[in-house]
């Protein structure tokens, strides 16, 4: 992290990632070895070889996006921030935190009201439905928008700057 400490919250939305990271790489990894391990030796394979990684591998990104935005790696455009007065930060920061959170806890709610619809699709082989794999885009909106909430919470709590040549306080972007 940069100079934003680390809360509970965020300690646990980034364990949650790593865990997330780490069982689906792992699982990722190792059927794609014995796959191939038996295409070779046997000359067959795993039916449902294929259909898993193509089910953990969403989870995978979407845990990967939740980390990049709290290690601040996204883009990010902040001509805005330095360019308005150090008295305004505090206030625009605010604003646009909440206004990001809402964004993302619209696209959660939207992918909510979605599971329904994508749950009657299932995989040819496992027959896990669709909805399992929708899950991973509304857990992690649901995570990014509790991460920009957070934002808006330190943005409020930001002292005024002292030196006009200072590095701004106000918690980098998100999105």
């Not at 295409?39 to 089910?55: D, I, K």
């Not at 929708?134 to 409020?156: E, F, I, K, P, T």
Request: proline content about 5%.
């Amino acid at each position: 992290m940069n100079a934003v400490e680390r809360n509970a919250v965020q300690r646990g939305v980034v364990n949650l990632c790593h865990v997330v990271l780490w069982l689906s790489t792992v699982a990722i990894f190792l059927i794609l070895v014995v796959n191939t391990v038996l295409r070779y030796a046997r000359g067959s394979s795993l039916q449902w070889a294929n259909e898993v990684p193509e089910l953990l591998f969403p989870w995978m990104v979407m845990a990967g996006v939740v980390l990049a935005a709290v290690h601040s790696a996204h883009i990010a455009t902040t001509f805005l921030m330095e360019a308005i007065p150090a008295a305004a930060r505090r206030v625009v920061g605010v604003l646009s935190w909440l206004v990001v959170a809402g964004l993302y806890g619209t696209l959660a709610w939207a992918t909510l009201r979605m599971l329904d619809v994508v749950h009657d699709e299932k995989s040819p082989i496992l027959q896990v439905p669709g909805s399992l794999t929708y899950g991973c885009v509304m857990v992690g909106m649901a995570l990014l928008a509790l991460l920009a909430l957070q934002s808006a919470w330190q943005a409020s709590r930001v002292q005024p700057e002292p030196a006009h040549d200072a590095e701004p306080q106000v918690p980098t972007a998100h999105w």
